[in-house]
Nanobody, 116 residues
Framework: QVQLVESGGGLVQAGGSLRLSCAASGFTVSTYSMGWYRQAPGKEREFVASITWSNDGISYADSVRGRFTISRDNAKNTVYLQMNSLRPEDTAVYSC?????????WGQGTQVTVSS
């Protein structure tokens, strides 16, 4: 059974940092493209970052490029999102995803709140 479990969210002041984790089970993260989306209250879900299975393709939304870093630890079967220089507009529920040939699997999400 495929599971994606996010953790690491919380409340942080503007300018601070958080590291989100996405622990996977039921499959090996090194063989899939993985990434993060976020959704703020009243807004559409927004792409944040992704990493291909071969690590040769890393993408970021313009709004987070230079501040966020996506990475993968194959030994821990976990994908991370390091978020630095956080801004109030980064406040959202962050969800991890796995991309497959037939669709997308999602985690339940973790709340990130950035206070000004």
């Amino acid at each position: 059974q495929v599971q994606l479990v996010e953790s690491g969210g919380g409340l942080v002041q503007a300018g601070g940092s958080l590291r989100l984790s996405c622990a996977a089970s039921g499959f090996t993260v090194s063989t899939y493209s993985m990434g993060w989306y976020r959704q703020a209250p009243g807004k559409e879900r927004e792409f944040v970052a992704s990493i291909t299975w071969s690590n040769d393709g890393i993408s970021y939304a313009d709004s987070v490029r230079g501040r966020f870093t996506i990475s993968r630890d194959n030994a821990k079967n976990t994908v991370y999102l390091q978020m630095n220089s956080l801004r109030p507009e980064d406040t959202a529920v962050y969800s991890c995803f796995r991309g497959t040939s037939v669709g997308v699997d999602w985690g339940q999400g973790t709340q990130v709140t950035v206070s000004s």
